[in-house]
C-alpha cells in the first residue's frame, strides 16, 4: 500500500541478500489516482476485482493469475486496513476530505503488548477538518503530495507488507508498557518488539518466515527503524553533543564569508555509545590496543566464517528454504557458534593459557557472517609447535576421514584460474589469494610476517583429493589448500 524508498546494493548477478544504503523510508500518496492516471499502490484496492487482477497481471507478468486472485480476495475478507479505507471511501462526503490514520488508537480494554489486530472502525477516521498529530498519517482524495509514513507510526508495517499481515496486525510504536515489572525500562523498545516478533515459537506458527526475499527486506527495513529510533533519541535527549558547542562549527562560520549559519543546520554529534559511529570505532580500536601496549603483539589470528551447511542451520529452515532466505535463523546459530569457541580458547586453553582476546564481527558479500580474532597466549608460540596448531595439508584419509571430509568441503579454495575462471576472487587473471600456492616441505616464520606453511607435494608424502567443479571431477592438492587451525566447527577458518 505505501512505496519502499533506498538505496539498493547490487553486487554481482547472484545476489542472495538484500542490502540498502542510506536512509530507509516509506511513502504513501492519494486514495485516488489523478484524472487519466493509472491507480498505483493503495489506489489498486479501490478498483473492481476484475481489475485488480488484471492491472496487478501487468505489473508483473510472470505472477500466477489463480494466485494474485486467491490473495487479493483474501486481502479483502480479512485486512483491516483495506476494509475501512473502502468503507470511508464508499461513505465520503461530497466535498474534499482526509482520512486519517492516528497514530495512537489502540483497540479498547486490550493491553497495548498484546499486538493484536486493530478493529475496523479504529483503523482510519474520516474527518472534514481537524488537526493532526505530528505522526499520524492523513490520506487525501486527490491531488495531495506523497507523505512519508513514520518509522514510529503503528500502521508502517502493515501498509507496507500486507503479504506478511494480512489482518493488519500493528507495528511497532513508541510507549508500549512492558509486561515484565522486572525490566528496566518501562517501555518496550524497537529492538526488544522485533527481536520478539522475529523469534521462533513451538506450535505458533510465525508466518513472516515463510517469505524469502519479502521477509530479508522485512528485517532490513525494521534494522533500520531501530537506528533512526536511536538516532532521534539521540538528537532529541543529548543535548550536550550538538555540534554547535564544537569548535569547528563555530569556526565554518567565522573563516567563511560564504557559509550562512541559518543554511548550516543543527549538527548532532554519536557518541560512542551509538554502534559504529566514528567515536564507537574509536574507543574499541584503543581498547584494543591498551592489550597491544601491554601484552605485545597477539600471537595467533583466527578467522571464523559461517557455514551455511551447519546441521544446526539445515534442520530449522522451512521446506524449499535456503540459508539465504533465513538471515536471522544463520545470525543465531553463529553466535551460538562463536560464543562456543570463545570458551574453547579462553577457558578450554586449547591453545594453551591465554591472555585476552579481541573480535570483530562483520558480514561477508555471501551474507554469512564472519569473525576476525586476535588471541594473547601465556606461551608465545614457538616454530616447531605451528604445525601442532595450523594445517595447510589435507589430512589423511584412512587415519581421520571425518577431519579429511571436513577440509576437502570446507578447506578447498575455489578451484579459480583455468579451472574457473568466473571466481570471484579473480582479479586482472590472476587470484587474488595468491592460489594455488607454492609447495614448500617445513613451515617457515620470520619476524614481521605470517608464517609460511608447510604444503607437501605430492612427491614429497603429501595427499590429493578429488572433488567436483562445475560438474566436471579434478584432483586437488595442498597448494589449494586454506589453512585451518579448529575443524571440529565445520567452517573456514
Not at 149 to 156: A, D, F, Q
Not at 230 to 253: G, N, P, T
Not at 273 to 285: D, I, L, Q, V
Not at 431 to 450: A, H, L, W
Request: net charge positive; proline share 6%.
Amino acid at each position: 500500500m505505501t512505496s519502499f524508498g533506498a538505496k539498493e546494493i547490487r553486487e554481482g548477478n547472484f545476489m542472495p541478500t538484500f542490502k540498502v544504503q542510506g536512509q530507509v523510508y516509506n511513502l504513501i500518496g492519494n486514495l485516488l489516482p489523478a484524472e487519466g492516471a493509472q491507480p498505483e499502490f493503495l489506489q489498486i484496492y479501490f478498483l473492481s476485482h476484475a481489475d485488480q487482477v488484471s492491472l496487478r497481471s501487468n505489473l508483473n507478468p510472470i505472477l500466477q493469475i489463480e494466485l494474485i486472485e486467491v490473495l487479493q480476495t483474501y486481502l479483502h475478507d480479512h485486512n483491516t486496513y483495506i476494509q475501512s479505507f473502502k468503507y470511508n471511501l464508499e461513505n465520503r462526503p461530497p466535498n474534499d476530505f482526509k482520512l486519517i490514520i492516528h497514530a495512537d488508537v489502540k483497540p479498547p480494554n486490550e493491553h497495548r503488548g498484546r499486538y493484536n489486530a486493530p478493529i475496523e472502525d479504529e483503523v482510519a477516521v474520516l474527518l472534514i477538518d481537524e488537526d493532526k498529530g505530528p505522526r499520524d498519517i492523513v490520506l487525501i482524495a486527490r491531488n495531495g503530495k506523497l507523505q512519508r509514513v513514520s518509522e514510529i507510526h503503528r500502521s508502517y508495517d502493515p501498509l507496507q507488507y500486507p503479504l506478511l499481515f494480512p489482518f493488519g496486525n500493528d507495528g511497532y510504536c513508541i510507549n508500549i508498557p512492558q509486561q515484565n515489572t522486572a525490566a528496566r525500562s518501562k517501555t518496550v523498545s524497537c529492538m526488544q518488539f522485533y527481536a520478539f516478533r522475529l523469534m521462533v515459537r513451538i506450535n505458533d506458527c510465525n508466518s513472516i518466515h515463510y517469505f524469502k526475499g519479502l521477509f530479508n527486506q522485512y528485517c532490513v527495513d525494521m534494522a533500520a527503524k531501530m537506528i533512526s529510533e536511536r538516532l532521534d533519541f539521540i538528537k532529541r535527549k543529548k543535548k550536550k553533543l550538538r555540534a554547535e558547542e564544537y569548535i569547528h562549527l563555530r569556526d565554518a562560520v567565522v573563516n567563511d564569508k560564504n557559509i550562512n549559519a541559518s543554511n548550516i543546520g543543527q549538527h548532532v554529534i554519536l557518541p560512542s555509545s551509538f554502534t559504529g559511529s566514528p567515536r564507537y570505532m574509536n574507543e574499541k580500536s584503543q581498547d584494543a590496543m591498551t592489550y597491544v601496549r601491554k601484552f605485545g603483539r597477539p600471537d595467533l589470528f583466527i578467522t571464523f566464517t559461517c557455514n551455511s551447511e551447519w546441521p544446526e542451520i539445515k534442520m530449522e529452515l522451512l521446506p524449499d528454504q535456503h540459508s539465504y532466505d533465513r538471515h536471522d535463523l544463520v545470525s543465531r546459530v553463529y553466535h551460538l557458534k562463536l560464543k562456543k569457541m570463545i570458551v574453547l580458547l579462553m577457558k578450554k586453553n586449547i591453545f594453551g593459557p591465554s591472555k585476552a582476546i579481541v573480535y570483530s564481527v562483520d558480514w561477508q558479500k555471501s551474507g554469512l557472517p564472519h569473525a576476525h580474532v586476535l588471541l594473547w597466549l601465556a606461551n608465545k608460540v614457538q616454530p616447531d609447535s605451528i604445525d601442532a596448531i595450523i594445517s595447510a595439508e589435507i589430512p589423511d584419509r584412512q587415519q581421520d576421514p571425518i577431519l579429511y571430509n571436513i577440509v576437502i568441503k570446507n578447506m578447498i579454495h575455489g578451484p579459480c584460474g583455468f579451472h574457473n575462471p568466473a571466481s570471484p576472487c579473480i582479479k586482472g587473471n590472476i587470484c587474488s589469494k595468491k592460489y594455488p600456492r607454492n609447495f614448500i616441505s617445513e613451515t617457515q616464520t620470520g619476524d614481521d610476517v605470517y608464517p609460511t606453511y608447510r604444503r607437501r607435494s605430492p612427491d614429497n608424502g603429501g595427499n590429493t583429493a578429488i572433488i567436483r567443479v562445475k560438474g566436471t571431477e579434478m584432483s586437488v592438492d595442498n597448494s589449494w589448500v586454506v589453512s585451518s587451525a579448529i575443524t571440529n566447527f565445520q567452517c573456514t577458518h
